[in-house]
């Protein structure tokens, strides 16, 4: 039975384009797979806070010398890790907001970015993603057009989240674009084009 996370990161709510499109990845997921479960996760609702000097230092002590504050600082992390790790399929949500992703997705990269857990580096220092199996759909919207032309050299999201996760482990992934959303003449049909583009393999 697979399970699949669903993290949203958009600030608008039932408006929200990328989450609409993740949505409907979803659905298709379901579809291929009927006994699937979904967990959703929204990361603007949940207010996962940005990472504090505190929390930063906690993730780098060793289990056994934890003391109860520290165990109590990094207990959200622990649970998004767990989340993350007991997942076989991920959607991710991602709107384009001022080229990258919002500061929420930012947040929940920095909490699942755990160094002898979700990444380690072998004896010559290359760097080994732990989180491995995952077969992970991005559901990116963005008011312009960012996969081609002249706006391609301002997506900081795409490239982003395939960078990062990829280092984390997870290589297999997809993108699906809701792109030109504010454009004339392209806005009109935008959102239909991209729920046509999805395919699920």
Request: hydrophobic letters at 40%; aromatic letters at 6%; charged letters at 20%.
């Amino acid at each position: 039975m697979k399970k699949i996370l669903h993290l949203k990161s958009s600030l608008m709510g039932d408006a929200s384009y990328s989450i609409k499109l993740g949505n409907t990845i979803v659905e298709k997921i379901q579809k291929k797979y009927p006994n699937a479960t979904v967990e959703e996760l929204d990361l603007v609702a949940t207010e996962i806070p940005h990472l504090t000097p505190a929390v930063l230092r906690t993730l780098f002590i060793p289990k056994e010398q934890l003391t109860e504050e520290d165990k109590k600082s990094i207990s959200l992390s622990n649970e998004l890790v767990k989340q993350l790790l007991n997942a076989d399929i991920i959607v991710i949500g991602a709107p384009l907001i001022n080229f990258t992703i919002h500061s929420s997705l930012k947040s929940w990269i920095d909490h699942i970015t755990r160094a002898g857990i979700t990444f380690g580096y072998d004896q010559e220092g290359r760097p080994i993603g732990m989180v491995t199996g995952k077969k992970v759909y991005v559901a990116m919207a963005s008011g312009g057009i960012y996969s081609e032309g002249s706006g391609k050299a301002n997506d900081f999201v795409a490239p982003y989240l395939q960078a990062f996760l990829g280092f984390l482990g997870m290589t297999d992934l997809t993108i699906f674009r809701a792109e030109g959303l504010k454009v004339p003449g392209i806005k009109e049909t935008a959102m239909q084009k991209a729920i046509e583009s999805i395919s699920i393999d």
